[in-house]
């Protein structure tokens, strides 16, 4: 058999060892030994990969040892094999491993045991690393032909646009049509369709369209204006300008292009009374044409208001209910009522046209938009927060979207997990081996365990011994113990490598080996630490990209690169974008932020758009395909969605003026782009003349022939028009569109321009053809457009205007800044103030929603989103110490104490105490001030509390015997003062506290053995106590100002019959004293205590003139 010769030798040394022979017997085993290895090296060759030194090399590489040909006697053929499934060998020296994931057959490769993802797609794989251990990281490709975003380790979304086929683009092109395929996806053929450009309607599948465009979509407010229908009758944009103003029934008449001059049959009184009923929506209508004086103003279809007789009537146009052109209603209710919205109409004057708009219905939320359906949301949690608020929990809406109910989610607040829909959690688990706990265990080499998950059972986890070692201890690291002969005991070189040790044969010895602990991976050392690395991009863990719900990076079709597999360093994965993306990013730690641009060209695509087109694409995420957008270059107008746009150049939006100076209608015949320089002014005649390029010279008939006539008119931007030739006096001032209003006889007529319903060089609406808007600038903005001034001089003065709940001031002739604030509806706000919390909304952007937090309210802090938030309370700054001798300025102090002591001690006597000694100062340049008072008979001690910050304050009172001692104290700068008392013969010193640094001064009161110190205050006879605090030993003074909880201390001042109090500050928690020293003429203000958080106050002494100050040291801790 073949047998390892370094294992005999071993083996031989061993039992030399253990037998504990001499040398003479170690020489006789040591030449056994090379006798067996001669004998075994002629006739048997040895396993190379039993030598640990060729072993070691393929194990540190995770590599296997291998020797091909045991038999053989030559030496060095051994070879490192690469793990499976990579794929290579090396001969003598460690592999160079590959692992093609495209051909290699394997659980993380796109050959499986069931098929090839990519191939069975049609799609090309590409492995784009092939190193052994990148996995996870090959992509499918879309054919060439077609669009697409390759995918990691799924099959690319590959697309191809039929419209790009030259052949039926130019189908839809020839018509000025739109070529657009509707699904993308390479199985969906021919469903191509033209349709037809803006303003027509229409479409048609793998053919040119009829399109359909009704004129009197724009022209409705010019009929309108005088009472008439507006009529197109061939709807179609084949068939331009030939809509029309017909007159209301009993009257008749009409007129293409302009309002109508209408007649009434004989003997009907609005033959002479028409002009009255002159407001838009509104025709004269006689009852009966054989009773005099009953004619009256009637509103005419769709308008509604109350007939007026013989007198204009009232006429308003709801657009929510009525049915016109401009209208929200449809065949079965309206745009808003189908939507499960409701309709509103912001202005329902008569010629207020399109300002309709949806809201949600409650107690769905979102904003509105005129003229179409709103985006509505319901979050579920703003009915339902209080149930998990309840058990301090947080709700979440996984989807607010109106039509996903009951979905709503309580969720348990970091670091517990949980989450339960549609009630609260019934336990919140915490995993304390995810926290510190892991780390404490890990640095032994242990495993971390939680027997219990329940978010109460805290402090249980225990670290268990790894390998062959036996033991565990709860929340600290284990004692371990071992198995007799176990090489593991007392091994300190696994442990710190954070390694676990194994001894895989108790009777085998320097057999102990070195394991990588999960998740780290790595082959097993014997002898040594083993080689481990920790691929955060492939293993499960707290710092990896998969912590257990799926790795972040692939989930958004990226890959995942660890920079640094040590085990030692982690969190430092990154996402990185997917090939042919046109921003190569990455991110740590997350999803990166990637694009394709569709609008750079590429080999399949040199010219995404025509080079007189500008390309956007506006959505440039990697699966956002094929929605680039060619927009024609000013002047020109179109557009096309991953085609080149239908551009039309209508030359009357620069050259409208020239043609209204001389009340004539400007026409552009041909908008085609190439067709330039063939616009014509055309006369509002009944021979309507026209000329190309220029002011047409237009001819009248009948009055308006007369100059005098004319002139009227036309210095009003009008047109003259004589009904009846035959007929005199009835020649007419005419409106010219887009003014509107009713002709008027013999005056020029009152014509209005609303600049936010019609098109011209000054309205919000400027881009238009064929007379077509293609959008308003407050409308395309979400906002109402309003015309202050409708008068034709008055131009340029449109306003937008914010769509209630957002706000905003309007803004003349441009957008106007609108912002929402969600913590202003009702519903979201009461979420927090009914946990006694703040709404903030951060972003006030009207289309940023559901960002709104709970906040905290001081001294707490804390916030969640759309949440109860978790508070906790503000730490405390430490407490700032003055420098000594610092005289205060005369100020209103600006700090309050934020905490103050949680007792409540007595209140102050009522009574008023006698007013303290006066002490005065000698002062002289360069030397300390000598403090010399004066004792003034029967007066009060003074209370001087030291304050900090949750501890009662230390009453220090100065005592009171029949006489006050004289205190003169030695004032040094930098040095507490040091109280000498004077002494009376038979009195004992009364109260004079020993003052040390950092120690308040403590109170010196008559003691008796055994029996508390009490406090003795002069006694007045009628005059009440003025402080009589009781000290008892570990129980603060009784006489303290009245505290609570975050409120300061309330100043009282020491009083003097017929002396105001000096200083009377209110102290208000949060907000500055409000004690103001009184200030008379030549008199100083009064001192007024300075107040910090955790300072005694800064006294600050009066000042008369021509009197030394009465100085009284400053006082800080322990000073």
């Known amino acids: 058999a073949t047998v390892s010769v370094l294992y005999w030798k071993r083996l031989l040394q061993e039992n030399i060892k253990r037998r504990g022979v001499g040398e003479k017997m170690t020489t006789k085993w040591l030449t056994i030994t090379v006798i067996i290895m001669s004998f075994v090296r002629g006739t048997k060759s040895i396993d190379e990969c039993l030598d640990a030194m060729n072993s070691d090399v393929c194990s540190l590489a995770q590599q296997t040892c291998s020797d091909p040909t045991p038999g053989d006697p030559a030496a060095g053929d051994w070879t490192c094999v690469c793990p499976s499934p990579s794929t290579g060998t090396g001969m003598a020296m460690a592999a160079t491993c590959t692992l093609n994931e495209c051909t290699t057959t394997c659980s993380s490769c796109a050959k499986t045991m069931t098929g090839d993802i990519c191939s069975d797609a049609g799609q090309t794989c590409v492995d784009q690393d092939q190193a052994w251990d990148s996995t996870g990281n090959w992509a499918c490709l879309c054919p060439p032909g077609t669009d697409g975003k390759a995918s990691y380790i799924s099959p690319a979304i590959c697309a191809k646009n039929e419209c790009e086929d030259q052949v039926n683009y130019d189908i839809c092109f020839a018509k000025h049509q739109l070529c ?40 409705f407010a010019v009929c309108a204006s005088a009472g008439q229908a507006c009529v197109d009758p061939t709807p179609t944009l084949d068939s331009l300008r030939d809509w029309k103003c017909v007159c209301e029934s009993p009257s008749t008449g009409e007129e293409v292009g302009s309002v109508a001059i209408c007649t009434y049959p004989a003997g009907d009184e609005c033959a002479t009374q028409s002009g009255v009923c002159n407001g838009p929506g509104q025709v004269c209508v006689d009852t009966d044409t054989t009773t005099p004086n009953n004619w009256e103003c009637q509103c005419a279809a769709p308008f509604n208001g109350t007939s007026v007789l013989m007198a204009a009537a009232s006429c308003e146009l709801d657009e929510c209910t009525a049915d016109c052109v401009t209208c929200a209603k449809t065949m079965s209710g309206n745009i808003c009522t189908d939507a499960g919205q409701d309709c509103y109409d912001i202005n329902k004057g008569a010629l207020s046209l399109n300002d309709w708009q949806c809201s949600c219905r409650a107690p769905e939320a979102g904003t509105s938009q005129p003229d179409a359906v709103a985006v509505c949301t319901m979050d579920e949690c703003t009915q339902n927060a209080q149930v998990c608020i309840a058990a301090d929990q947080i709700c979440v809406d996984v989807d607010p979207s109106p039509g996903s109910i009951g979905d709503w989610e309580c969720r348990c607040k970091s670091p517990t997990s949980g989450v339960r829909t549609g009630s609260a959690v019934p336990t919140c688990t915490y995993d304390e081996c995810t926290g510190p706990a892991k780390q404490v265990c890990g640095a032994e080499g242990q495993d971390c365990i939680d027997p219990n998950k329940d978010a109460a059972s805290v402090d249980d986890w225990q670290c268990w011994c790894t390998g062959t070692a036996n033991g565990n201890a709860v929340a600290a690291p284990a004692n371990c113990t071992f198995s007799m002969g176990d090489e593991c005991d007392g091994n300190t070189i696994c442990k710190n490598a954070n390694q676990q040790c194994i001894d895989p044969d108790f009777s085998i010895p320097d057999n102990w080996q070195c394991s990588c602990m999960a998740p780290s991976t790595g082959s097993p050392a014997t002898g040594k630490a083993a080689s481990c690395e920790l691929n955060e991009c492939s293993a499960i863990c707290d710092s990896c990209a998969d912590k257990g719900a799926g790795n ?33 990013n990455s991110n740590a730690l997350g999803p990166a932020l990637c694009e394709i641009d569709e609008c750079v060209p590429t080999p399949a695509r040199p010219n995404p758009c025509p080079a007189d087109q500008d390309c956007v694409d506006p959505d440039k995420h990697p699966y956002s395909m094929t929605d680039w957008i060619c927009t024609c270059k000013s002047p020109a107008i179109g557009s096309g969605v991953a085609v080149p746009a239908v551009c039309t150049l209508d030359e009357c939006i620069a050259n409208a003026y020239i043609c209204s100076a001389a009340s004539q209608v400007c026409d552009d015949p041909n908008k085609d782009v190439s067709s330039t320089d063939d616009w014509e002014c055309i006369c509002q005649t009944p021979g309507q003349e026209k000329a190309t390029m220029s002011q047409a010279v237009c001819i009248y008939d009948g009055e308006c022939s007369d100059v005098n006539n004319l002139i009227v008119c036309s210095q009003k931007g009008q047109t003259c028009r004589d009904p009846d030739n035959m007929v005199m006096g009835d020649w007419m001032c005419v409106c010219i569109p887009p003014q509107t209003g009713s002709p008027a006889v013999g005056v020029a007529a009152d014509c209005k321009l609303d600049e936010c319903i019609h098109q011209c060089n000054t309205c919000a ?4 053809s064929s007379g077509h808007s293609y959008g308003n600038t407050c409308t395309d903005a979400g906002q109402v457009c309003n015309d202050p001034n409708q008068s034709p001089s008055k131009t340029s003065d449109w306003v937008c205007s914010c769509i209630p709940p957002a706000t905003g001031s309007p803004v003349t002739n441009g957008v106007a800044t609108c912002i929402l604030d969600e913590c202003a509806v009702m519903s979201t706000s009461s979420v927090c103030d009914s946990i006694h919390q703040t709404c903030v909304d951060r972003n006030t952007a009207i289309d940023s929603l559901g960002d ?55 209140p102050l006597p009522t009574a008023t105490p006698t007013f303290p000694p006066t ?84 109170a010196v009161p008559t003691m008796k053995p055994g029996v508390p110190p009490t406090i003795v205050p002069t006694m007045t006879p009628g005059v009440p106590p003025t402080a009589t605090p009781t000290m008892t030993p570990g129980v603060p003074p009784t006489a303290v100002p009245t505290m609570g909880p975050g409120v300061p201390p309330t100043i009282v001042p020491t009083m003097t019959p017929g002396v105001p109090p000096t200083a009377t500050p209110t102290m208000t928690p949060g907000v500055p004293p409000t004690a103001t020293p009184t200030m008379g003429p030549g008199v100083p203000p009064t001192a007024v205590p300075t107040m910090g958080p955790g300072v005694p106050p800064t006294i600050v002494p009066t000042m008369t003139p021509g009197v030394p100050p009465t100085a009284t040291p400053t006082m800080g801790p322990g000073v």
Do not use: R, Y
């Not at 609406?765 to 238009?768: G, L």
């Open 852 to 906: 709104w937090e709970c906040v905290c309210q001081l001294p707490w802090f804390g916030s969640q989103q759309a949440a109860n938030a978790t508070c906790e309370l503000t730490p405390t700054p430490a407490p700032k110490t003055p420098a000594p001798d610092t005289l205060v300025p005369t100020a209103v102090p600006t700090l309050v104490p934020t905490l103050a002591p949680t007792f409540v001690p007595t």
């Open 765 to 768: 609406d400027t881009a238009h």
């Open 919 to 1002: 002490v005065v100062p000698t002062m002289n340049p360069a030397t300390p001030p000598t403090i010399a008072p004066t004792a003034v008979p029967t007066a009060v001690p003074t209370l001087t509390p030291t304050m900090k910050p949750g501890v009662p304050p230390t009453i220090a009172p100065t005592a009171v015997p029949t006489a006050i001692p004289t205190v003169v104290p030695t004032m040094t700068p930098g040095v507490p003062p040091t109280l000498v008392p004077t002494m009376t013969p038979g009195v004992p010193p009364t109260a004079v506290p020993t003052m040390t640094p950092g120690v308040p001064p403590t």
């Open 180 to 219: 657009d395929d509707p699904n993308h996806l390479v199985t969906s053929t021919d469903d191509w369709k033209c349709v037809c450009a803006d303003p027509g309607v229409g479409s048609a599948v793998k053919a040119v369209a009829v399109c359909a465009f009704d004129e009197c979509v724009d022209k």
């Open 552 to 584: 972040v990076c692939t989930a958004e079709h990226q890959l995942c690169i660890d920079t640094n597999k040590s085990p030692s360093s982690t969190a430092d994965w990154e996402c990185h974008c997917g090939p042919l993306t046109t921003l190569t």
